[in-house]
């Protein structure tokens, strides 16, 4: 069973910078596409970013394009999530996700019915 492990959370100022880290220990993270969400408390879990296997095309959601960037390294076999000028509306638990499906499927953001595996999070408090 293929375990996502999610790291890099933490707690910082607005304005801030972060990246996020997302490996599969045991797993080859090349034959998925992997999703980021972001849950607040109180609100229901959003779709962040998503990039493919194949290709590597990316796509985001609108309140982070442009701040955020995913990216991932098939010798690491970890995919990232960089956080950058950061706004309090950013906190929450954030995750990722390994899909199998092709491009365009609902593109940009793929919905959490697509991808097969979670992890368990890992928390982002951005504070003003």
């Known amino acids: 069973q293929l375990q996502l492990v999610e790291s890099g959370g933490g707690l910082l100022q607005a304005g801030g910078s972060l990246t996020l880290s997302c490996s599969a220990p045991g797993f080859n993270l090349d034959f998925y596409a992997i999703g980021w969400f972001r849950q607040a408390p109180g609100k229901e879990r959003e779709g962040v970013s998503c990039i493919m296997n194949i290709g590597g095309q990316t796509g985001y959601a609108d309140s982070v394009k442009g701040r955020f960037i995913t990216s991932r390294d098939s010798v690491k076999n970890t995919a990232y999530l960089q956080l950058n000028n950061l706004i309090p509306e950013d906190t929450g638990v954030y995750f990722c996700?390994?899909?199998?499906?092709?491009?365009?499927?609902?593109?940009?953001?793929?919905?959490?019915?697509?991808?097969?595996?979670w992890g368990r999070g890992t928390q982002v408090t951005v504070s003003s």
């Open positions: 996700a390994a899909g199998k499906f092709t491009y365009g499927t609902d593109w940009p953001l793929p919905p959490p019915r697509e991808y097969d595996w």
